[in-house]
């Protein structure tokens, strides 16, 4: 039998030194920036979004930004005050755990906590996370904003759609060609972890749930 050309070997030896060399990338960056670089903040990222943190990278364009492995970042500022890498450093590394990075600048610290403070982007909910507040589609005919615009300011839903959202979990029909409720149709509610088949609606109907923010911890 001919071999799959979808088969290929990768030596674990190849992969192993690739990582390691990630590895040894953040950690001799994060010591290469802390002697560099007046003030470092440690800050948690809530909804992570690529995009956005690529705009606060280019907002923070003379500073550096490290999102890594919260071990490495640990090690290379020092874990304890004997193996630390410069004084007071081991400070910020019981602050190092879940979605967060090291940000390292020589701005005032006033003007980096304010602009946090105020930056915030919203987006699409993805699966998995709390809704921050309940969503309904009222009954009678669909619109495409789920009833978050009035009638008069909206559009039906294409009948086109009818057998998706049908298959995303609402009880809508067909009435002469008009996507139809019977009754109201709650979406999801405050509190609730979305499934895949809510945030799809969520999207749909343009309902952003999601907000990119960045908090200061240390």
């Known amino acids: 039998m001919p071999k799959s050309k979808r088969m290929k070997i990768v030596h674990t030896s190849k992969t192993d030194k690739k990582g390691k060399e990630l590895s040894e990338k953040l950690f001799n960056g994060v010591r290469e920036a802390a002697e560099q670089y007046q003030y470092i903040f440690v800050f948690s990222v809530e909804n992570m979004r690529n995009t956005y943190l ?30 630390e890498h410069l004084p007071n450093l081991h400070e910020l590394t019981r602050h190092l755990h879940g979605n967060v990075g090291l940000l390292f600048t020589s701005r005032e610290p006033a003007s980096v906590i304010e602009y946090f403070f105020e930056y915030t982007e919203t987006d699409f909910a993805r699966a998995g996370i709390p809704a921050p507040y309940t969503f309904t589609v009222p009954a009678g005919v669909v619109y495409s904003r789920g009833g978050e615009l009035s ?22 029909r067909l009435i002469k060609g008009q996507v139809h409720l019977d009754g109201d149709y709650t979406v999801c ?25 960045v908090q200061i911890k240390a």
């Open 189 to 213: 509610k405050e509190g609730q972890v979305l499934n895949s088949h809510q945030t799809a609606l969520l999207k749909l109907f343009g309902v952003a749930m999601a907000e990119f923010k």
């Open 54 to 83: 690529k705009d606060v990278r280019s907002k923070f364009s003379d500073s550096r930004i490290f999102f890594g492995k919260t071990k490495i970042m640990a090690k290379a500022l020092g874990q304890d005050a004997s193996s």
């Open 151 to 172: 009638v008069e300011d909206d559009v039906p839903l294409p009948h086109s759609l009818e057998t998706t959202v049908r298959k995303w979990g609402m009880p809508t």
